[in-house]
């Protein structure tokens, strides 16, 4: 059943995607993430090798928001697991709360847990070390462990999780405040119902405007990956369960685990949007592992279109062209599907199957989209094929030595999207 909550969310809609199966800093599988879209910026943890000792390192990922690279690292030496995380825009600087050590272990073997969270600015290439984070910048709550933040700055509230006799707690403070180091309550303390992470594991969480939102991962019981994923939202202030739906989102990544939530405000559009993330493995490696991050819009459809991703220019292949208009992608969603849509002329001399263009990131697709298109009459041939793949290139297919294609119109495309 469909479900729409105060702030215009619902869990089983039509989701866009901001970066997909970027590659990380190094092999571990990334924790958790938020970003700075005011100053363009993606961030990712990631937890190092539960076999590194002293454990409860983490790498700190910097991301382009728009082009999906690399632009940046922290390492964050027995800081914890990565729980989750928030980021604090000030100026051009982005601060970064995360959990912070000393650590305790989880099981004794494999996991190390913060037991406070920080505040600190990012500085690229920095290493920073738990023990040179001064105490007066530590905070738990009192009794807790197994900490994690989370920033909404639309509601302009810090949420810190943690664990407290046995059970997970929830508490709220003035963000502007605890900037400077004052822990002002805002509203109770919210702990999961009894029976709310029975055989499911805990990835993540955030909040926005009283509402909590809970990421979590039932493995499957043969294979482990991808299992099921789910996100629950409850009402931090009447404590009231509101939804819990299957994320269905990126199902055409193969490990697809479920990793981080968080909010923002896009700067474009000023739609605040609920986003989650996926890690993958990355093709060709030995385990090395990426993440794909898509959202929930809050915007309502106009004449029931919702846009999802408004035109962007695709990047044209070596020897391929712009015809009289250039080539472009959007996503928009009718009802409740996704829709790839594309428009422009490419030219060319295409002589058999090739890349002819790479989509913008918030339009790669994870499982493959194909659509005939109209292309240059030759001997009777008057139509090809297009394919976008999960990397983003745009294939044509049906071009021969005898045959060549050198126009395409890509205007009637509109093809599934997902």
Known sequence: MSFTDINGIDLSGVTGKLIQTIALTKNPAPQAIATDP????????QMESAATTPAGN????????????????????????????????????????????????????????????TRFPFVNGATLDQADVPAAKKFC?????????????????????YIKSGVRCFTRYDLAKAANDEWVEMGETFTLPAGAETGLTFQGFTTLNGVLYIYQWKKDPVTTYPGTSF???????????????????????????PEGLAVEIDPETA?????????????GTTGRRNITICWYPTKSAVDGVKVLADWENLTLAP?????????????????????????????GNLTADAVV??????????????????????????????????????????????????????????????
């Open 38 to 45: 005011l100053n363009g910026h993606v961030f990712v943890l």
């Open 58 to 117: 983490m790498y700190l990922n910097r991301i382009d928001r728009k082009t999906g690279k690399l632009t940046g690292s922290m390492y964050l030496t027995g800081f914890g697991h990565g729980i989750s995380m928030g980021a604090q825009p000030v100026g051009t600087q982005t601060y970064l709360w995360t959990e912070v050590g000393p650590v305790y272990p989880n099981d004794g073997v494999s996991n190390s847990f913060g037991t406070a969270v």
């Open 141 to 161: 709550p009192p009794g807790g462990r197994s900490t994690g933040p989370s920033v909404d700055l639309a509601g302009n509230t810090l949420t810190i999780v």
């Open 231 to 257: 996100i629950t939202s409850y009402s931090l202030d009447t404590k009231a369960k509101l939804d819990t739906q299957v994320v269905t989102a990126a199902d055409g990544l193969q490990r697809r685990e």
């Open 271 to 283: 739609e605040t949007r609920l986003l989650f993330g996926f890690s993958d493995t990355v093709p």
């Open 319 to 347: 020897g391929i062209n712009s015809g009289t208009e250039t080539p472009r992608g959007r996503l928009v969603a009718l009802g409740d599907t996704v829709f790839l849509q594309l428009r422009g002329i490419l030219t």
């Open 357 to 418: 263009a790479t989509l913008p990131q918030r339009l790669f697709p994870t499982r493959s989209a194909r659509q005939n298109v109209p292309r240059n009459m030759y001997y009777g041939r008057g139509v090809c094929q297009i394919e976008a793949n999960q990397f983003g290139q745009l294939w044509v297919y049906g071009a021969a030595s005898d045959n060549a294609i050198t126009w395409i119109d890509l205007d009637s495309v509109s093809v599934a999207w997902r």
